[in-house]
């Protein structure tokens, strides 16, 4: 089946480590994103993973990918109130139309 | 500068209506998307397309109609057989994705339209 899942909602202290999860169901997909919704605006992509990976870390961002379990996360180190948004998984199916599955998106809010 | 732009950002129509969203993209992308996205919910598909002259159905294509008469332009029309086209919407553009090539095929954002009929 297509299905990207993710919970809903997440909140932190300024200043903490956020984790994002989220877990995908086709083993055949070979990249996974995640992307970042600003309130009001569109998509801004931020990282994807190689499935051959089991991590990929950029600056403050770190994704971890557990291949067994189907588990994608993004940490998000030092989290500041510039990243309140919502954070959305996505996998890519290839096939004879290939497409992008996207998650249902967590909303992350930063608490001082 | 390359990268998607849609107008206008706020649309007020009135019910009945038809109404014609924009989505320009200058990133030379094969592909283009429409989708739908309501108050704390994710994206549904409406409509791709992946060449010109050509589009397929997404999840939630009722009441909605594309064209892609240029590799640039997507246009989304909401007609008024949409029963509740209140909501934002994203137009997206992407490489085709391609296995063996490796293309990843990631969508590129326009930053969205919010419709509001009333």
């Known amino acids: 089946g297509e299905d990207v899942e993710q919970s809903l909602f997440l909140s932190v202290r300024e200043g903490d480590s956020s984790v994002i999860n989220c877990t995908y169901t086709d083993s055949s997909s070979t990249y996974l994103y995640w992307y970042k919704q600003e309130p009001g605006a569109g998509l801004q992509l931020l990282t994807y993973?190689?499935?051959?990976?089991d991590m990929k870390q950029d600056q403050r961002l770190t994704v971890l990918l557990n291949k067994k379990d189907k588990h994608l996360s993004l940490r998000i180190a030092d989290t500041q109130t510039g990243d309140s948004a919502i954070y959305f998984c996505a996998e890519i199916l290839y096939s004879s139309a290939s497409k992008i599955i996207f998650g249902s998106g967590t909303r992350l809010s930063i608490r001082p | 500068d390359g990268g998607i732009t849609q107008s206008p950002k706020y649309l007020f129509r009135k019910e009945g209506q038809n109404v014609t969203l924009s989505c320009e993209q200058n990133l030379n992308h094969d592909a283009m998307y429409w989708y739908r996205q309501d108050p704390g919910q994710g994206l549904r598909l409406i409509y791709y397309s992946q060449i010109v002259n050509d589009f397929q159905k997404g999840d939630i294509a009722e009441g909605y109609s594309v064209s892609r008469e240029k590799k640039e332009s997507f246009p989304l029309t909401v007609t008024s057989a949409q029963k509740n086209p209140t909501a934002f919407y994203l137009c997206?553009?992407?490489?085709?994705?391609?296995?063996?090539?490796?293309?990843?095929?990631?969508?590129?954002f326009g930053p969205g339209t919010r419709l509001t009929v009333t």
């Open positions: 997206a553009s992407s490489p085709i994705p391609d296995r063996t090539s490796g293309k990843r095929g990631e969508q590129y």
């Open positions: 993973i190689f499935s051959n990976m």
